[in-house]
């Protein structure tokens, strides 16, 4: 590859990095309660500002082309869709944050994977996502793709109780596939368990995760009901109503997903 171009997509992917950084914190600004927000006014100031930044960098990665798929990506994160599968205006300022998001990595992937002399502009076609490439077991790549976008439609359909537990799911495969990357000897400390890691429950799984410095703190901000979906217990009851999981604990559970990901896979 040409170092000039080479130059000029790390500087991109720099850029991206950033961008992601200040979107993260502004997403998290929009989840606090707006009776307990201390500026509801300036947090969507950030909001709109950081949507503005967001708008030339991705006008820039896609050459000014409103054809390009960059570009579709990036107006199709404002709309909602109705029952009959038709956009219309009006999305949650958080929701369109995090679909932002997944634009800004969905271009960092792109960026990343250029080995000749084209640049990001230069394809129009949408790369396949690579969100779970840092899981080791190949796999479960595709199996989690898929219930990484099963749980964002549920999430936007209302279905909390079937977005919290399949966020929950993903959560609990991709900190088991770093836990047996690392082995069970390499695990080992006061108060570890001595069965096979398959056989621990989701929520010492975590704390052996963090403990081993595969994670950080994140998990402190998982719901009790995320950390017990899989206890069997009256309030984990399948049959009972999605109405029993509230959107902010589904929220709450998508938002750790995304920290832990990015701790398993520092690159994102």
């Given at each position: ?8 997509i ?54 000014g ?20 599968g ?26 990343s ?55 929950c799911?993903?959560l ?12 069970l ?25 963090e ?17 017990t979906?899989?206890?069997p ?12 999981i ?23």
């Open positions: 590859m040409d170092e000039s171009l080479r130059s000029q790390e500087i991109y992917l720099s850029h991206l990095d950033a961008l992601i950084r200040r979107g993260q914190r502004v997403r998290d600004s929009l989840a606090i309660s707006p009776s307990k927000h201390p500026s509801s006014e300036s947090a969507i100031a950030a909001t709109r500002a950081w949507q503005q930044d967001c708008g030339v960098t991705i006008n820039q990665l896609s050459g082309s409103k054809a390009h798929w960059l570009a579709r990506s990036f107006s199709d994160a404002f709309m909602v869709r109705s029952s009959t038709h956009a219309v205006d009006g999305a949650a300022p958080y929701t369109i944050v995090q679909r932002l998001l997944d634009v800004l990595e969905q271009a960092v992937a792109s960026l994977q250029q080995d000749d002399a084209q640049i990001i502009s230069a394809s129009s076609k949408a790369p396949p996502p690579r969100r779970f490439e840092f899981v080791h077991n190949a796999e479960l790549r595709p199996i989690l793709e898929q219930a990484y976008a099963d749980s964002r439609r549920a999430l936007e359909q209302g279905q909390y109780d079937l977005a919290l537990r399949t966020s799911g993903i609990e495969a991709i900190v088991t596939d770093a836990l047996e990357r690392k082995g000897n390499a695990l080992a400390a006061p108060g570890t368990p001595e069965e096979k890691i398959a056989d621990w429950p989701f929520r010492t799984r975590l704390a052996v995760a403990k081993a410095g595969l994670i950080r703190g994140g998990c402190a901000r998982l719901p009790a009901v995320a950390r979906y899989r206890d217990s009256p309030t984990n009851d399948e049959s009972r109503p999605s109405a029993a509230s959107e902010r604990d589904a929220r709450q559970t998508a938002q750790v997903l995304h920290v832990i990901m990015r701790d398993l896979d520092p690159g994102r």
